[in-house]
């Protein structure tokens, strides 16, 4: 894979704010890099930078490993396009609003009418062609949005939350359509969005922004399931994030004391380290006291219900092992086993299941 | 019988008439003003999308001059277009003085403003991301500004309104430019002016009659297309 548009050493600033300060962000040709981060860290500063739209007060900028310069030529912007959270449909109907780039761009006839009619159909609005742009409902509005800016085939296509103001139902039906039509077309896209789950099924890349800082990067899984530091663990709800120390580590297999409880982990900490201990509550098996438990399960700890709450298909349960800690098990687990809250379980998880990271804090 | 009644009755006479005098004045006041508005816009349009959508130091001093302007005193203006081209004055060698073409110049001065400040209210009242929105689709400069001038048209249409409604109806200025020469630089308002102080109110109402008819025809089209746009 070769790489698209690089950013390097670049801070922009807002009066004496610096809202995004990248030591280097690069876009790979053809992946799907997500961009995800809590509200103002600044990721649709950085959408900007990348569409052209806003030049940083410091920094280079690449595009195929050539520098760019201020101002940015007007036939490398045509390469970008860019659609937003809220549709921003132009005055006219759904055609024009897709036809518009095109027109831009010099495209006329039968040409323009054929490109806009194939993307509608992909997006399958092809039947609101001549309806007013301002008429139609959100989930087809966006729908035309996304048109308009994949219509043009760019090189690189950046997206600012394009699924964040629809319904879950619209959003899921559309996140797929476009997941479908991006993977189809093996089109560049930078992905931003503050939703986990949307970051999980579209990604190739996840990379975590928070106060105009990139914190990690890396794929879904890596970031899911190694975060790499406190910040990016609470952001992608990783609920068990527990401090403790290395006691002793064996070729691998360390123990870590939690309070008073001594956890297994795989990890390369040395003895005396302070880390924190990263365990997803999806993680947690739980039963009761007499039930045989696997023998491949390296931690085991009993634990007072402190709270079921039910969410969904899933029940959460507070536990309390000298330390707090979060189990998400299903339903029907926790119907058969019969749970009560002030009832003793053991709470059971995996060395592999465990995931250090360095205790900053 | 009533002074008011006997001027209405005859004020529908000349208009049902089809009076040549009164149709010379109305003639003059729609070419003057009609000129004074199309220059008025190309000015002013493009002023008021520039301060509209750019920010450049100085920018606040412009806005409030534009403000300013919004509120001149048409007798001012006369004042200062009848300074400039009077014989003695800068302009003077151009003879422009008690000619249409001051009026004009005079009506453009007030128009420009009023088209400049509604202008740039519409253009600022446009969302920032649509902005951002057209340029990220790969407009150029030019098709950038065109285009917001296309999303803010019903701004347009409202300064062209105020525009021309300021002027048509405007009297101070056109009075000190032109000097109200019958067949030359009488308007509306002017003739309004002088028939009522020669006591003629039949002609006096029917301009008056007219001038309201324009300003009644100018608000409906423009609220017909605001409504048609918006539905």
Known sequence: MSELARLEQVEVQSGRRTILSLDRFCVQEGEIQVVLGPTGAGKSTLLRVLNLLQWPHCGRLFWRNQELHRPAPLRLRRRIAMSFQEPLLFHGSVFANVAYGLHLRGVRGPALEKQVMQTLQRFGIAALAHQSAHKISGGEAQRTALARALVLGPELLLLDEPLASLDQNTKDCLASQLRQILRQSRMTCVWVTHDQEEALSMADRIAVLEQGSLRQVGTPEEVFFAPQNAMVARFVRTENILPGTVEENADGLASVRVQEALLEAITSFVPGARVLVCLRPEDVSLRRDREPGSESTRNRLRCTIEELRLQGATVRVKLDCGFPLLALITRRSAQEMALTVGETVLASFKATAIHCIPNDE | ?231
């Open chain 2, 1 to 231: 019988m009533n002074p008011i009644w006997e001027g209405l009755q005859e004020a529908f006479r000349l208009i049902a008439n089809l009076d040549p005098e009164l149709l010379r004045i109305l003639v003059v006041s729609l070419e003057v003003s009609s000129l004074a508005i199309v220059v008025g816009m190309l000015i002013g349009v493009p002023l008021g999308v520039f301060l509209g959508s750019r920010h450049f130091p100085g920018r606040n001093v412009l806005i409030t001059l534009v403000n300013t302007g919004m509120g001149l005193p048409p007798v001012v203006v006369g004042l200062f277009i009848f300074l400039l081209l009077a014989r003695s004055g800068p302009l003077g060698d151009l003879n422009l003085l008690y000619t249409p073409a001051a009026m004009v110049i005079a009506q453009v001065v007030i128009a420009t403003p009023l088209v400049v400040g509604v202008t740039l209210a519409g253009i600022q009242g446009l969302d920032e991301k649509l902005r951002l929105q057209i340029l990220s689709l790969g407009a150029s400069p030019f098709q950038y500004y065109w285009k917001l001038i296309r999303e803010a048209r019903l701004t347009l249409l409202a300064a062209l309104a105020a525009g021309f409604g300021s002027i048509v109806s405007e009297v101070g200025a056109v009075m000190m430019v032109g000097g109200n020469i019958a067949g030359q630089t009488r308007v509306m308002t002017t003739a309004i002016v002088l028939e009522t102080r020669q006591g003629n109110f039949s002609m006096a109402i029917a301009l008056s009659l007219i001038l309201l008819l324009l300003a009644l025809l100018i608000n409906w089209l423009f609220t017909w297309v605001q409504q048609k746009k918006s539905a």
